[in-house]
């Protein structure tokens, strides 16, 4: 069995509800391969869903630098923004998940959860925006399609509140 193989098969056998036997499946595993991207990346994942977010925020920091590419680099943006954001730091999930947007810009979930952090940093128009833009791109049905112009304006016009109070907040501050 190849060490994906067996990553894969550790998560499918998971319990949301008791990550330990993941974590304790998973530890071994990283002796052995201490630098593996992709080994730092599951760890911290069990870790986040086991809710112990500082030390899981390490492993997702270590999995980035060790070089995660592909899906699995999306999914390590967005689940670090995400524990960046539990733990109040909001700037950092923001860079975070703007990195992440850049690198994957057809994310519907990274969007969404981008949306999240704005939200909980309080940029509610920025927050509505963003999910106003993952409507309109990603939502396909026949009743939306007349009005994602609609939808895309409205976007950009709350977009533009949020640009216009961060400027009359940045001249109040000077």
């Known amino acids: 069995m190849t060490l994906n193989e067996e990553l894969d098969r550790i998560f499918a056998s998971r319990d949301r509800d008791n990550m330990q036997p993941t974590i304790d499946a998973l530890l071994p595993i990283l002796e052995e391969h201490p630098s593996n991207a992709r080994v730092l990346y599951e760890v911290g994942g069990a870790y986040d869903t086991a809710g112990m977010e ?26 670090y ?10 700037d950092r999930s923001a860079e975070v998940l703007e990195r992440a947007r850049q690198a994957f810009p057809d994310s519907p979930s990274l969007a969404a959860f981008q949306a999240i952090t704005l939200h909980a940093s ?9 999910l106003l833009d993952v409507v309109a791109e990603r939502v396909d049905s026949p009743d939306m399609e007349r009005y994602k112009p609609a939808i895309r304006g409205h976007a ?7 640009t216009r109070s961060l400027s009359v907040e940045q001249n109040d501050n000077r």
Do not use: K, W
């Open 122 to 130: 309080g940029r509610f128009d920025e927050a509505v925006a963003a």
């Open 81 to 90: 923004g995400s524990t960046l954001r539990n733990l109040g730091e909001f």
């Open 156 to 162: 950009a016009h709350i977009r533009s509140l949020a």
């Open 54 to 79: 500082q030390t899981a925020g390490s492993f997702y920091e270590q999995a980035l630098r060790a070089g995660l590419a592909g899906d699995p680099l999306r999914r390590c943006y967005l689940q």
